[in-house]
């Protein structure tokens, strides 16, 4: 497997940040080779660019269908010869187009220990259901929402006082620490799936 990543995003970037960084400073073996961003004004754009990666803006709205437009990402992925996916703030739900593309090629993180907790606002989700404890969960994409087999989860307790705010700031701590871990397994080729398990063989 080659070890060259597309970056996929739609806002702050901090995780994009974080393996930019990890591949910087050789604690992370990648190439990312273009970030694209459904939103003209993420700024994890900006983070992109200040790295000298590839960058790419298309938006979902110049398009008919999702199917449309995850043509035309796949298009921007194949050019640069992408291998590994990783979505990182990426707030669409990818179409069959992609997620064929790329079998179990596509990486996605998401604040919550899932199964529980999907979709959008995971955090503020988990602080209104009272959960004690929650976390993150990098997995691999399948063709459902937040649902393929799960690569690395993290737990974080919940505090009584925690709000959406504060509950996110602390599990976004870890999901920093978790991406590039399981990034690496699966360019490795540590990875092998069976059903719903992926197996980290060590
Ligand atoms: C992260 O908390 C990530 O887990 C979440 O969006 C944030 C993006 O932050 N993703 C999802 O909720 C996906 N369902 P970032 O842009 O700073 O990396």
């Given at each position: 497997?080659?070890?060259?990543?597309?970056v996929l995003i739609s806002?702050?970037g901090?995780?994009l940040?974080?393996?930019?960084?990890?591949?910087?400073?050789?604690?992370?073996?990648?190439?990312?080779?273009?970030v694209?961003s459904?939103?003209?004004?993420a700024?994890g754009?900006?983070?992109?660019?200040?790295?000298?990666?590839?960058?790419?803006?298309?938006?979902?709205?110049?398009?008919?269908?999702?199917?449309?437009?995850?043509?035309?990402?796949?298009?921007?992925?194949?050019?640069?010869?992408?291998?590994?996916?990783?979505?990182a703030g990426f707030?669409?739900?990818?179409?069959?187009?992609?997620?064929?593309?790329?079998?179990?090629?596509?990486?996605?993180?998401?604040?919550?220990?899932?199964?529980?907790?999907?979709?959008?606002?995971?955090?503020?989700?988990?602080?209104?259901?009272?959960?004690?404890?929650?976390?993150?969960?990098?997995?691999?994409?399948?063709?459902?929402?937040?649902?393929?087999?799960?690569?690395?989860?993290?737990?974080?307790?919940?505090?009584?006082?925690?709000?959406?705010?504060?509950?996110?700031?602390?599990?976004?701590?870890?999901?920093?620490?978790?991406?590039?871990?399981?990034?690496?397994?699966?360019?490795?080729?540590?990875?092998?799936?069976?059903?719903?398990?992926?197996?980290?063989?060590?």
């Open positions: 497997m080659s070890r060259t990543l597309g806002g702050r901090s995780n940040q974080v393996i930019l960084d990890a591949i910087d400073e050789g604690r992370l073996d990648a190439y990312v080779a273009i694209i459904n939103k003209n004004d700024p754009l900006e983070r992109a660019r200040k790295a000298g990666a590839t960058t790419a803006v298309l938006s979902h709205e110049d398009y008919d269908s999702r199917e449309a437009f995850d043509e035309a990402v796949l298009g921007r992925l194949s050019e640069h010869d992408v291998e590994v996916v990783c979505l707030m669409r739900i990818l179409s069959p187009v992609l997620v064929r593309a790329f079998p179990n090629r596509i990486l996605n993180i998401h604040p919550s220990l899932l199964p529980a907790f999907v979709g959008l606002h995971a955090q503020k989700q988990a602080v209104e259901h009272g959960v004690k404890v929650s976390g993150c969960t990098v997995h691999l994409v399948d063709e459902e929402l937040d649902h393929g087999p799960i690569l690395l989860q993290q737990t974080v307790p919940v505090l009584e006082d925690d709000t959406e705010e504060t509950l996110s700031a602390r599990i976004l701590e870890q999901e920093h620490k978790l991406y590039t871990e399981a990034i690496r397994l699966v360019l490795d080729g540590k990875v092998r799936v069976d059903g719903r398990r992926a197996i980290i063989e060590t």
